[in-house]
T-cell receptor
Framework: AQSVTQPDIHITVSEGASLELRCNYS??????LFWYVQSPGQGLQLLLK??????LVQGIKGFEAEFKRSQSSFNLRKPSVHWSDAAEYFC??????????????FGKGTKLSVKP | NAGVTQTPKFQVLKTGQSMTLQCAQD?????MSWYRQDPGMGLRLIHY???????DQGEVPNGYNVSRSTTEDFPLRLLSAAPSQTSVYFC????????????FGAGSRLTVL
């Protein structure tokens, strides 16, 4: 079964600084990878996804992520953080449709705080 | 187009009471799922369904029942609520599992006293 590890529980960055949130996955075949963001008291919003093709994917709000198969990673980056980016970020993985592998499995999340 | 609709948004129960969280989608999605979200635990899959009449267990199914009598509806039942079921519950759907983006409902916050 697939699994996701987000090593950082809480990260604080200064406004305008760059950001990288780490995500490592475990899955035996080609994964489908996602990043979601959740603002306090809100639902989940999809930032970006990787299914195939170019390993550098662009998302909304200026975010991007890079799929590195050799490192089993899908790290999320943003060159300049804005105060409105403060939220919790979730990495998620699913596999090919078949049994339970097609289910979306989430990491435990990384909470991002932004200093003025 | 309503998407995924969850009701109620908030509910307070006493230990031992039963209730049903409703989930409905109007996108003709075959795949539906329920997650619970707890602080520091991310979202964990409770049950899922790949079509009407077909349900299966996820990571944390104990204490919950589901059914899928129609494509549109996927209710989650708590037969005897426990304080450990205090959580935020999300319903989600897509055309099929795997390489598809889930559409999430707004969530239902449940407190069990």
């Amino acid at each position: 079964a697939q699994s996701v590890t987000q090593p950082d529980i809480h990260i604080t960055v200064s406004e305008g600084a760059s950001l990288e949130l780490r995500c490592n996955y475990s899955y035996g075949a080609t994964p489908y990878l996602f990043w979601y963001v959740q603002s306090p008291g809100q639902g989940l919003q999809l930032l970006l996804k990787y299914f195939s093709g170019d390993t550098l994917v662009q998302g909304i709000k200026g975010f991007e992520a890079e799929f590195k198969r050799s490192q089993s990673s899908f790290n999320l980056r943003k060159p300049s953080v804005h105060w409105s980016d403060a939220a919790e970020y979730f990495c998620a993985v699913s596999g090919d449709y078949g049994g339970s592998q097609g289910n979306l499995i989430f990491g435990k999340g990384t909470k991002l705080s932004v200093k003025p | 187009n309503a998407g995924v609709t969850q009701t109620p948004k908030f509910q307070v129960l006493k230990t031992g009471q039963s209730m049903t969280l409703q989930c409905a989608q109007d996108m003709n999605h075959e795949y539906m799922s329920w997650y619970r979200q707890d602080p520091g635990m991310g979202l964990r899959l409770i049950h899922y369904s790949v079509g009407a009449g077909i349900t299966d267990q996820g990571e944390v199914p104990n204490g919950y029942n589901v059914s899928r009598s129609t494509t549109e509806d996927f209710p989650l039942r708590l037969l005897s609520a426990a304080p450990s079921q205090t959580s935020v519950y999300f319903c989600a759907s897509s055309f099929r599992p795997g390489a598809n983006v889930l559409t999430f409902g707004a969530g239902s916050r449940l407190t069990v006293l």
